[in-house]
C-alpha cells in the first residue's frame, strides 16, 4: 500500500472515486442511499483511520495541492440544483398547505434545536458553545429529499401524506438556507468577537450585516440567473448550453470569493453566501427559460462525479479521534437528533392543524422528514471553511484560534454523525409512515419482500430506484419529483 504522504491529490481523487463507485453496489444490496456509504469509504481512507488521503491534502497545506476546491464547487451546484426547483409555476401548484407546512416544520425544528443546544451551552461549555448551537440550529432545517422520494417511488406510495410530502421536501432546504445564512452570519460575529477579531459585536453584526448579506447574495445570483437564461438565444448546441450552465455556477461561486477577500482586507463589511448565491442563480434561470429542464440534463451528467467525490471527502474529514477525546459530544449529537426530530414532528403537525389538514397529514408527515444528507453536509462544510478562514488572522492568540476551528470540527463531526443515523434510520421510517397512513398497498410489501428473497444475492432492476448519485438536493429531482406525481 502506498503511504499516504506519498499520495497526491490526484492520486487521492482516483482513489477516493474507485472506492465510492465499489460502494455504490454494497449500498444497493443491503437498500441504503449511496450518500451513506460514500461516508463510510471518506471515513475509512481518510486521515484518520486508513490514512490514503492525508491531511495536507485535504487542506492543501506545505504545497499538497488541496481538494477543499471541490467542496467549493459542489456546494455551488448542491445550491444551483435546490434554486432549479423554485420554478413559480409548479410552487403555484403545491397550494397554500404545503408551504405553510414547510415554513412550520423547518422554524420549529430550528427553535427547538437552538433552544436545547444553547441550554446545554451553559451545562457543558466546554463541549457546547452558543455559536455551534445556533448554526446546528440551521442546519436542522435540511432534509434529503432523494432518500424520501426513493421509498415513495419504490414502494409506489400514493394519497394524501405522499402528495404533501413531494412539494414539501422541495421547498425545504431553500428556507433552510436562507435560515442557514443568517445564524451562520450572527454565530460567526459573536465568535470573532470573542476571538478579539473586529472589536465588540454590535447590532449591525447581528442584524444589518447579516441581512444585507442574504440580500446581496440573492440580487447577485438573481443577475447571473439572469445572464444565463440568454445564453439559448445565441448557442444553440446541447455541449454549449451545459458548458454556460456551469460557467454561471462557477462565476457566482468566483463572485463569492471576490467578497471574502474584499471582507478580509476591510473593503466589505459582510460577505456572500455561496449556496444563496448559486440557488438565486439557478431560481431566475428555470423562471426565464423553458429550455431550463433540457439543460439541466447535460449538467446532471457532469456532477455527479463531483458530488460523490464531496461527500467522500466530507466523511475523511470526520475524526472519530473526538469520541475518545470528548466523550460528552455524543450527548450533543444525540439531543440534536433527538430535538430536530421533535420539531420536525410537532412543526409539521402545527402547520396541518392551522391549515386544517386530514389527520393522516398530522400523524405521518413529519416522520418522513427525517432524513438528512447532502444539503446539511454543505452547510456544514461552508461553515467550517469560514470558521477556518477566520482562524487564519493574522495575529490572535493561540486560544482564540483553537476556539475558531473547534467550532468547525463540531460541527461538521455533529452533522457527519448524525446524517449517517438519519439515513440509516430514515428510508426505514418513512416507510412505515406511509404503510401507516395506508398509502403503500399490503400487495406492494408483499412483492418487495419477495423479490427481496428471491435475488438475496444480487440487485434487479425492480430494486434500482434508488437516485445514484446526489442523495440530496440534485438537478435531477425535478424529474423525480414529476414522476412520483405522476405515480
Not at 159 to 179: E, K, M, Q, R, W
Not at 198 to 210: E, F, K, N, Q, Y
Not at 280 to 287: I, K, L, Q
Amino acid at each position: 500500500m502506498i503511504p499516504g504522504g506519498y499520495i497526491n491529490s490526484l492520486l487521492a481523487i482516483a482513489i477516493a472515486l474507485i472506492f465510492g463507485l465499489l460502494i455504490t453496489r454494497l449500498m444497493k444490496v443491503i437498500g441504503l442511499p449511496n450518500v451513506t456509504g460514500y461516508l463510510i469509504v471518506g471515513l475509512i481512507i481518510g486521515p484518520h483511520a486508513l490514512g490514503l488521503i492525508s491531511e495536507e491534502v485535504l487542506s492543501g497545506a506545505n504545497g499538497a495541492g488541496g481538494l477543499d476546491i471541490v467542496s467549493t464547487v459542489a456546494l455551488g451546484f448542491i445550491g444551483f440544483s435546490i434554486g432549479v426547483e423554485f420554478k413559480l409555476s409548479h410552487i403555484k401548484e403545491i397550494g397554500k398547505s404545503a408551504i405553510t407546512i414547510t415554513f412550520f416544520q423547518a422554524l420549529t425544528a430550528t427553535l427547538f434545536v437552538d433552544v436545547g443546544l444553547v441550554a446545554l451551552s451553559y451545562a457543558l461549555p466546554s463541549v457546547m458553545t452558543i455559536y455551534e448551537a445556533l448554526i446546528l440550529g440551521a442546519i436542522a432545517t435540511a432534509t434529503a429529499p432523494a432518500a424520501t422520494l426513493m421509498v415513495v417511488r419504490q414502494y409506489k406510495a400514493k394519497g394524501i401524506v405522499t402528495s404533501t410530502l413531494l412539494p414539501v421536501v422541495a421547498l425545504d432546504d431553500a428556507v433552510g438556507l436562507i435560515v442557514f445564512a443568517v445564524s451562520n452570519s450572527i454565530a460567526l460575529s459573536l465568535a470573532n468577537s470573542a476571538a478579539g477579531i473586529g472589536g465588540s459585536v454590535s447590532a449591525l453584526d447581528i442584524v444589518v450585516w447579516p441581512l444585507l448579506e442574504i440580500l446581496c447574495s440573492l440580487v447577485i445570483g438573481a443577475g447571473i440567473g439572469a445572464l444565463l437564461s440568454v445564453v439559448p438565444r445565441f448557442f444553440k448546441s446541447r455541449d454549449n448550453r451545459t458548458i454556460a450552465t456551469i460557467i454561471s455556477v462557477f462565476l457566482s461561486l468566483g463572485v463569492c470569493q471576490l467578497f471574502e477577500l474584499m471582507k478580509e482586507k476591510g473593503w466589505m463589511p459582510f460577505s456572500l453566501s455561496d449556496l444563496l448565491v448559486c440557488m438565486m442563480a439557478g431560481a431566475m434561470f428555470v423562471n426565464f427559460r423553458k429550455e431550463a429542464g433540457v439543460m439541466m440534463e447535460g449538467t446532471d451528467r457532469w456532477t455527479p462525479v463531483v458530488l460523490m467525490l464531496f461527500f467522500i471527502l466530507s466523511g475523511a474529514e470526520l475524526d472519530v479521534r473526538m469520541f475518545f477525546e470528548t466523550p460528552l459530544l455524543l450527548v450533543c449529537i444525540v439531543v440534536y437528533i433527538v430535538l430536530r426530530c421533535a420539531g420536525k414532528y410537532l412543526g409539521t403537525m402545527a402547520g396541518a392543524a392551522v391549515t386544517k389538514s386530514e389527520g393522516n397529514v398530522r400523524k405521518y408527515l413529519g416522520i418522513t422528514l427525517f432524513p438528512q444528507a447532502g444539503v446539511a453536509i454543505g452547510m456544514a462544510t461552508m461553515c467550517k471553511n469560514e470558521f477556518t478562514k477566520a482562524a487564519s488572522v493574522v495575529g490572535i492568540s493561540d486560544t482564540a484560534r483553537d476556539l475558531l476551528n473547534n467550532v468547525g470540527a463540531n460541527i461538521v463531526t455533529i452533522t457527519m454523525c448524525a446524517v449517517l443515523i438519519y439515513e440509516l434510520i430514515g428510508p426505514v421510517l418513512t416507510k412505515w409512515a406511509l404503510s401507516r397512513a395506508g398509502e403503500i398497498s399490503p400487495d406492494m410489501l408483499r412483492r418487495r419482500r419477495a423479490t427481496a428473497v428471491a435475488v438475496s444475492g444480487d440487485v434487479t432492476a425492480e430494486t434500482t430506484v434508488t437516485p445514484d448519485a446526489l442523495q440530496d438536493s440534485t438537478p435531477v429531482e425535478q424529474q423525480t419529483n414529476d414522476s412520483a406525481k405522476k405515480e
